[in-house]
């Protein structure tokens, strides 16, 4: 099957990750897969939720949010932070980074991961994933480096990609166009040992069988094995050492993740 960018079927889009994209936030990055682009800030607060109070122990949470035009059409400013779709996404992706923390080395501090969307083309809550990510990272190492953490409270790496069945293929990394056309579509976020967070599957307009779930799985966590390669290359070799346990994924040669523009 010719997918609608010419990519083939088990190929990722290009991916793009700049750090310290933002001058302020403790971890900032602009993170681009194709033509998605979101930029993801962390902050960190000295306080945490009143559930979190007493107890020692930190807090990661997200918000996220989509400009106005990052869509072929004008969408409306989102001033409710309850609206159902934001809502569902920033907890994604606050589930997801929480599942790589140690939340108790952490302290009572939250660090909150902004993203917002400035260009949409599929995969934005997957790019926020990976993209914030980095950013935690970042903010997480300013702490250590400031010596209010004694080392980085990072367990492993987490990263996200989409797959469906588009005219009957499975395909991975689906841009808008095919995820509006898709069968199937699924979600799935991963950590650098390749278990599982979270599967966010649905039949659209049909049902899919259990093999073709365990394909998608395996394509999946391919693609992310890529994006977990193209992290720690981003992040550099003295920021990978502090992470651990080490991903039993890594690529030894040290090639094939996504190719950066």
Known sequence: MERVDGRKPGQMRPVKITRNY?????GSVLVEVGDTRVICTATVEERVPPFRQGTGTGWVTAEYGML???TGVRTPRDLNRNKGR??????LIGRSLRSVVDLSVLGERTVILDC???QADGGTRTASITGSFVALVDALAHLVGEGLLPC???KDFVAATSV???NGELVLDLCFAEDSAAEVDMNVVMTGDGRLVEVQGTGEEASFTREELDRMLDLAAEGIRLLVEYQKEVLGPDLVAQIGPKGVLSDETGTGYPQSR
């Open 68 to 70: 106005p035009r990052a």
């Open 86 to 91: 934001a809502q569902e996404i920033q907890r």
């Open 22 to 26: 933002n001058k302020y936030a403790e």
């Open 116 to 118: 917002d969307v400035i």
């Open 164 to 166: 469906g069945r588009v």
């Open 152 to 154: 980085l409270p990072v």
